[in-house]
């Protein structure tokens, strides 16, 4: 009888164990990850995670915290339909269940959350609008997910990936940084590049990438499940993003106490460190000419409503502005009728761009690169139709640098 009784005792200290645990462990809104498939997303166990565990403890003390994600359309909350999104309860995106991670976690504290991400932008626009959309709202932590919008073969996403992570980094009040690779059904994907710049300064990781090409590959889903399009996540896809979000932040959750505060940032650049003080300027823009140009109206773009606008493939517009390297932003739409525009540098041609997008998606926020230097100075820009070209051109502002 004894024994039964100790049996009986040790089976309910079990079960307390086990519902302490599971509640300390913050249980996932859906039930789609699987052990292996998690083992594939966490691939990088020596990350530091020392800074996400203090702004735990700050939310813990109930301190407010904001969180902050930049990315892309998946980022955005672009879902698409998938097989077996029926199976899914609510259908939210990842972004949408990171937040949600930390609302449930510290219901005591003031959780504000930025989203900021713009569908079919890439990590050089977002380097250069960090500032307005992400930092200036003083975050506590970030999530950074570029990798299906960069194109990993050119260097000069590694550079602007790279420079827009140390710019997190060495922020006056640098938040907790996180990276997210996500990837198309397809295989096509920038993790390889990223995670080099993530796995140089430690930062911790999480790859979705890994962890559907392993579910494609084992048959446990299939690519019509994880996507209707190949590029964006389902919900089921979402959900699978999310969990994984979910149950690292968990793991760090479970040691937060035991880990010393983070140190300084002081880790040398991965690629070279070019893009220092980047600037989006657009709505403040003061141009020296607008021949031909009007400004826009937000039913053009409504991340950027204040640009400027020609119709007619006649006249130019010139700024003078202060930089080292400088971009373009503008507008390529579907419609056929936008046309190919140059532009000068202190009157020397630096670039021409098509503003037609054939057969795309939609109308796309574009960022090129037109000029680079190795010194910063003052800078007649110019940007008029190329020579016996017609038709319209959507200039959002320009990304400059020093």
């Known amino acids: 009888m004894k024994l039964i009784s100790l049996m009986l005792l040790a089976a309910l200290a079990l079960g307390l164990s086990s519902a302490a645990c599971a509640e300390d462990a913050l249980p996932a809104p859906t039930q789609f990850l699987t052990d292996a498939l998690y083992e594939k997303a966490d ?29 892309g359309s998946i980022t955005e909350n672009t ?28 219901p005591q ?4 959350f930025i989203n900021a991400g713009i569908g079919g932008t ?14 200036s709202k003083r975050p506590d932590v970030v999530l950074v997910e570029f990798a299906v919008n960069d194109d990993g ?25 996180m990276l997210l690779f996500m990837g198309q059904t397809n295989g096509a994907t920038a993790q390889n590049v990223q995670a080099a710049v993530g796995k140089s300064y430690g930062l911790p990781m999480v790859s979705y990438i890994n962890a559907i090409n392993s579910a494609m590959k084992t048959g446990v889903y299939s690519a019509g499940v994880l996507s209707g399009d ?10 699978l993003t999310g969990e994984m979000l979910w149950r690292y932040l968990n793991g760090v959750y479970e040691k937060k106490d035991a880990l010393d505060p983070p140190a300084p940032f002081d880790a040398p650049p991965v690629t070279a460190d070019k893009y220092l003080n980047p600037l989006l300027l657009s709505e403040t823009l ?35 502005l202060s930089l080292k390297n400088l971009g373009l932003l503008y507008m390529r739409t579907i419609d056929k009728k936008s046309g190919r525009y140059e532009v000068w540098v202190d009157g020397e041609r630096a670039m021409t761009v098509d503003g037609n997008f054939p057969n795309g998606w939609g109308n796309a926020i574009t960022a090129t690169e037109v000029y680079t230097s190795d010194v910063s100075g003052e800078h007649r820009v110019t940007v008029r139709a190329a020579q016996g070209h017609e038709g319209k051109l959507i200039l959002l502002g320009f990304l400059t640098s020093d």
Not at 122 to 135: A, E, F, I, N, P
Not at 232 to 237: K, N, R
Request: aromatic share 10%.
């Open 43 to 71: 691939a990088w166990k020596d990350s530091d995670v020392r800074a996400l565990a203090a702004v735990m403890r700050k939310a813990q003390s109930g301190e407010p915290v904001t969180v902050a994600a930049i990315g």
């Open 79 to 106: 879902i698409s339909n998938g097989k077996s999104d029926g199976k899914v309860p609510v259908r939210r995106s990842y972004a949408e269940i990171f937040r949600l991670w930390w609302e449930t976690r510290f």
């Open 109 to 112: 504290a003031k959780i504000t």
């Open 122 to 135: 890439d990590s050089y626009l977002g380097l250069h609008r960090l500032r307005r959309d992400v930092m």
């Open 153 to 177: 073969s050119k260097s000069l996403y590694k550079t602007s990936y790279d420079n827009l992570v140390r710019r997190l980094l060495q922020a006056e009040n640098p938040p907790a940084v």
């Open 230 to 239: 190949t590029v964006h996540p389902s919900a089921v896809g979402h959900a």
């Open 286 to 320: 003061m141009p020296d000419k607008t021949d031909g140009f009007e400004r826009g109206t937000a039913n053009v773009c409504r991340y950027y409503p204040r640009g400027w606008i020609n119709q007619s493939g006649e006249g130019e517009f010139t700024v003078t």
